[in-house]
């Protein structure tokens, strides 16, 4: 595994408040961040993906 140290770099300080920037597993709830791809979520818990709804450019 080893992606936990990676988890840290997710937050952004902004005028002295931790700001999340990931997104936990709707099903596992909070705790459980998805591993974000270009496309998608995914949780490493339980496997579940979840796209990102993205407007696509035609
Ligand atoms: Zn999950």
Same mark, same amino acid.
């Given at each position: 595994?080893?992606?936990?140290?990676?988890?840290?770099?997710?937050?952004?300080?902004? =005028? +002295?408040?931790?700001?999340?920037?990931?997104?936990?597993?709707?099903? $596992? #709830? =909070? +705790?459980?961040?998805?591993?974000?791809?270009?496309?998608?979520?995914? $949780? #490493?818990?339980?496997?579940?993906?979840?796209?990102?709804?993205?407007?696509?450019?035609?």
């Amino acid at each position: 595994m080893g992606k936990q140290a990676k988890l840290y770099k997710k937050y952004t300080v902004k =005028d +002295g408040k931790l700001i999340k920037t990931v997104v936990f597993c709707s099903r $596992c #709830g =909070d +705790g459980y961040i998805m591993a974000e791809h270009e496309d998608r979520y995914y $949780c #490493g818990n339980c496997h579940f993906t979840k796209f990102k709804t993205v407007e696509k450019k035609s």
